[in-house]
């Protein structure tokens, strides 16, 4: 009688074992790519960094806090979103970490804190150093633009669950502003003036709906586009504009409790002008922006156009032009305009704010009250664009 039952011990008909790196997990490969992107991060560090690159926390020296007589911390985390997708089919990696700082960094600074640090998180199909690098870089050039400390940070490899070339990222930061400083709603009046500071282009929102438009429409990233000057491809992928240290600049220059003041920004991401502006409204006001003030850039009229897409849906989609946004005191409007166009970044009066009487038409797509869950002030939509 003969058993069905290997001999044991037959290392030939036993399988080679499994490893790690055979399952798709390549540590070393891990590892060069800290060793590419290690000068980068450390080029974001103060004084108040403390340790290097590859430590289990990164660890940051808050003893200025002392001084403040009642710091609030402020956080925000965000990603990129599918403007990845962008980044990936150019196979262009080094300016999506512009997108990732814009979108959490400028969420901070609204209510006028200073961001401290930053920590990044890269999920990946499969470790290349040298691309894993070429993020890590973009987003410590952002950090260095918004004077913010990267002091960590995570890579994942993610074999069987995302492709060999396919990545996503996200990142968190922590800021600090004095409580006496804070801006944000209960600072706006009637009477204020609403400031636009313009885009670099589309930023990171609303890529689902531009890559369906220009999927539809059949065209390559590759393609020459005469009213973009560049390629399609290079027009998506233009980084997001960082506007903290001018936030910052501007808080500083014209304070709060002053007549002269900055009392809010809002930051343009999903879901438009209308919709962030009117979160930092209080109930009672409205701000009424006029269209008029500023002509929309050509990326924003492509995507009208070859996708037929009402304006309606693009205004709650895309920024339109204007990236962030300023309310001050009418005595510091014209000074905060010239202060901003000073530092080289294009700035305008773009409306006021006023008591929201029931004279105002408060239906329609030009009319948005509240959004994101604030139940807040309003914003009514005039004229065309320029």
Known sequence: ?????????????????ITYASAGVDVEAGDRAVELMKGAVKA?????????????????????????????????TDGVGTKVAIAQAMDIHD???????????????????????????????????????????????????????LVGGETAEHPGLLGEHEYDVAGAATGVVEASELLGPDRVRAGDVVIGMASSGLHSNGYSLVRRVINHAGWALDRQVSELGRTLGEELLEPTRVYAADCLDLARAFPVNTANAVHGFSHVTGGGLAANLARVLPQGLVATVDRATWELPAIFKLVSELGNVPLADLERTLNLGVGMVAIVSAEAADAAVARLNDRGLPSWIMGTVTADSDSILKSGPDYVQGAKGVDGGAVRLVNAYA
């Open 1 to 17: 009688m003969t058993s069905a039952t290997p001999a044991a011990g037959n290392a030939s008909n036993s399988p080679a074992g």
């Open 44 to 76: 974001t560090h103060n004084s108040s960094v403390i340790g290097g690159v590859g430590g289990f926390a990164g660890l940051y020296d808050v003893s200025r806090l002392l001084t403040y007589k009642r710091p609030l911390l402020a956080t925000s």
């Open 95 to 149: 300016t999506i970490g512009f997108d990732l700082v814009g979108m959490v960094v400028d969420d901070i600074v609204v209510v006028g804190a200073e961001p401290l640090y930053m920590t990044d998180y890269i999920a990946c199909g499969k470790v290349v150093p040298e691309r894993i690098a070429d993020i890590v870089r973009g987003i410590a050039a952002a950090c260095s633009v918004a004077g913010t400390a």
